[in-house]
């Protein structure tokens, strides 16, 4: 099956500091992967979409200044969260494509104090 | 028109009973229709997909029904269990272009 693994599972930083979040596909290559943010009892809200070697497409609405990607590999994109806040507090998820089908990884819980 | 609409928000279904998750979609450029399933604090699994060239596709307990005239898909899961309890989103896709639209997503509680 398509593996998609993110680290760290759950980390907690000070307001004011960078937090990275990396995103790797583990058995097949993914020129195309995705983040997005959940909210408690919500849908999956989609902030943009990395590609590799070239710049990220962020959605409407997100700072690309501060919710830093890169995409730097056929199985790594990173996403970096600058000067969190606690309203960056939130549930993190990267996706990697292949063909059709978009898989998930298991998420990034983020609490920022 | 980007919207996808999915009903319920939540369900409560006895072991062994059918649930039944449905969705609704505007796009007809849409041409692909996965299901997802979300348990606490875990990303979401792909659990089935469906294309519009059929109207119906079933692996193992789960089924999806789509009505490509209406514009509707739905998930069906026969013998519910209570480890099916967990969270369930439909999406819809163009293919090529890649981004999942998500439906609000659907709590489903099996009851023992």
């Known amino acids: 099956g398509a593996v998609v693994s993110q680290h760290p599972s759950r980390v907690i930083c000070k307001s004011g500091t960078s937090v990275k979040i990396e995103c790797r596909s583990l058995?097949?290559?993914?020129?195309?992967m995705f983040w997005y943010r959940q909210f408690p009892k919500k849908s999956l809200m989609l902030m943009a979409t990395?590609?590799?070697?070239?710049?990220?497409?962020?959605e409407q609405g997100v700072e690309k200044d501060k919710f830093l990607i890169n995409h730097a590999s056929l199985t790594l994109s990173t996403l970096t969260v600058t000067s969190a806040h606690p309203e960056d507090s939130s549930f993190y998820i990267c996706?990697?494509?292949?063909?059709?089908?978009?898989?998930f990884g298991p998420g990034t819980r983020l609490t920022v104090t | 028109q980007q919207q996808v609409k999915q009903s319920p928000q939540s369900l409560i279904v006895q072991k062994g009973g059918i649930s039944i998750i449905n969705c609704a979609y505007e796009?007809?450029?849409?041409?692909?229709f996965p299901w997802y399933q979300q348990f606490p604090g875990k990303g979401p699994a792909l659990l089935i997909a469906?294309?519009?060239?059929?109207s119906e596709k079933k692996e193992g307990r789960f089924t999806i029904s789509f009505n490509k005239s209406a514009k509707q898909f739905s998930l069906h899961i026969m013998d519910s269990q209570p480890g099916d309890s967990a969270t369930y989103f439909c999406?819809?896709?163009?293919?090529?272009?890649?981004?999942?639209?998500f439906g609000t997503g659907t709590r489903l509680l099996v009851s023992p």
């Open positions: 996706s990697a494509n292949r063909d059709y089908e978009q898989y």
């Open positions: 058995d097949f290559q993914a020129t195309t």
């Open positions: 990395s590609n590799e070697g070239s710049k990220a497409t962020y």
């Open positions: 796009n007809t450029a849409f041409d692909y």
């Open positions: 469906i294309r519009p060239d059929v």
């Open positions: 999406a819809a896709t163009q293919s090529g272009f890649q981004k999942l639209v």
